[in-house]
């Protein structure tokens, strides 16, 4: 029987250089990638990647792989299929540039323009002027007016690199930088030989480079990257930062996904949360992350610990259906209510109070699932079969008229319904709206 691990998300605001929530999506052979070990990556202007591989050119359009390999009966093919380097001049070309020397200029319709010298071309690289040039012999040799021309210059491309690189060899100096990446907000992106990425964020409480972010490859993240051994870093049309790796494909640090913070078992991260159904989610009034599960019970995030922790409580010892939980919600005197298959649970100062229906007659039901506070700090429950009324100014439950109207109807959701009217959402019937002030309700089932 498979175990699935289920994710979950809480959106939070925060800025790059403080969160350390980064995503990648990963693509491999297994998704159409020709192989696994990545040595370079350039994108183009229509969004997609050109991609060298020890196994063939790869060009990526964000949905499906095409994969260029030479071909011993097709002279205008891949020259081989070791590729080290891929260059995109100023007119948009793509050149490869392969482990035995060949240059090459993609013409489209899968036929590549190949290009020969009088020794082995050492180098293939753009200079600072945009000029495409070929290191061959000791010479540079020019790409002019359809050809390659030799010159007298010492023509070679100058780098930002040597400077970005002291910046994190002075805090990590045993560090092997395979590429470096300056983004279009500035931040800086080391890959490295075995330590994963390094990101130095351009952000105006960082001009000493105090906080660097460090990924590195987790078996247990599902949004991690697949190998620790990063060998190239290139940015897309749309700003996804794109890893190319060593046996791990390639990966995508997709834009805005350093807002959304997961939270998943994880056996040294967080190795107490179970491998099971999440049912329901709050955050407390100081900002930490309660979750509920369908049988695992409550937890939530402890400061101190750095951790998620079970809330433990006492009467599940007795009746497991303590643990099932199904509803949370924080209300405004900072109290966090739990809606369980047994009963409320109200947490506020670390303590808290079992509330049962066999003990109190204003609570129709032990199984809630929703909740909703009004302007006079009213809390009113969705139960099944009824809602139920809590004053957090008496800190009791009540009674109100036209109550028991409800009583009939399994109660999903419930929320305000313009100005006087509180809509409740019944299970497999509709809506139920209910008015406050007539203390009468309509059945909608449309």
């Not at 994190?168 to 800086?188: A, F, M, R, S, T």
């Not at 992350?289 to 400061?303: F, V």
């Not at 809390?379 to 100014?393: D, E, H, P, R, S």
């Not at 509709?430 to 406050?436: A, E, I, M, Q, R």
Request: proline fraction near 3%; charge should be positive; aromatic fraction near 14%.
């Amino acid at each position: 029987m498979k175990t699935k691990i289920y994710i979950l998300l809480a959106l939070l605001t925060c800025f790059f250089g403080s969160a350390q929530q980064l995503k990648f999506i990963s693509y491999t052979t297994d998704q159409g990638l020709s192989n696994n070990s990545i040595l370079d990556i350039e994108n183009d202007n229509d969004g997609g990647l050109w991609i060298a591989t020890l196994d063939g050119l790869n060009y990526f359009d964000g949905y499906t792989f095409k994969t260029f390999k030479h071909n011993a009966n097709d002279p205008e093919s891949l020259p081989n299929n070791y590729l080290t380097n891929i260059e995109k001049d100023a007119e948009d070309n793509i050149w490869i540039y392969t482990k035995e020397g060949h240059i090459s200029k993609y013409l489209g319709n899968n036929k590549f323009k190949h290009f020969s010298f009088k020794a082995k071309a050492d180098r293939l690289f753009l200079a600072t002027n945009g000029d495409l040039n070929v290191k061959a012999g000791g010479f540079t040799y020019t790409y002019t007016n359809n050809g390659f021309v030799k010159t007298e210059e010492n023509i070679d491309y100058t780098s930002p690199n040597k400077a970005y690189k002291k910046l994190i060899l002075d805090k990590y100096p045993d560090l092997i930088i395979n590429d470096v990446l300056k983004d279009k907000q500035g931040n800086l992106w080391f890959a490295t030989f075995k330590n994963g990425i390094y990101i130095i964020p351009n952000h105006t409480t960082n001009l000493n480079t105090n906080v660097v972010h460090h990924y590195t490859y987790d078996l247990y993240t599902p949004y991690s990257f697949y190998s620790n051994e990063v060998t190239a870093l290139s940015q897309d049309v749309f700003g996804n930062v794109w890893l190319g790796q060593k046996d791990g494909g390639i990966s995508m640090a997709y834009t805005g996904s350093e807002e959304i913070s997961s939270v998943t078992p994880h056996p040294i991260k967080f190795p107490h949360l179970p491998v099971e159904t999440t049912r329901a989610i709050t955050k407390d009034n100081n900002g930490n992350i309660w979750i509920g599960y369908y049988n695992g019970g409550l937890y939530h995030y402890s400061e101190e610990t750095k951790c998620y922790l079970k809330f433990k409580v006492r009467e599940s010892k007795n009746n497991y259906e303590w643990e099932r939980v199904r509803s949370l919600y924080t209300a405004s005197d900072g109290s966090i209510w739990a809606g369980t298959y047994a009963g409320l649970l109200r947490v506020k100062n670390n303590s808290y109070k079992a509330f049962n229906a066999l003990n109190i007659p204003e609570l129709p039901s032990n199984r809630s699932y929703s909740f909703y506070e009004d302007k006079n700090k009213i809390l009113w429950i969705a139960c099944w079969g009824g809602v139920a009324k809590f004053n957090l100014n008496t800190n009791k439950f009540e009674s109100f008229k036209g109550q028991e109207l409800l009583n009939s109807y399994h109660i999903r959701n419930i929320k305000k319904y313009k100005n006087k009217n509180a809509s409740r959402g019944g299970w497999g019937c509709g809506v139920v709206k209910f008015s406050d002030e007539k203390k009468k309700h309509t059945h909608n089932t449309k």
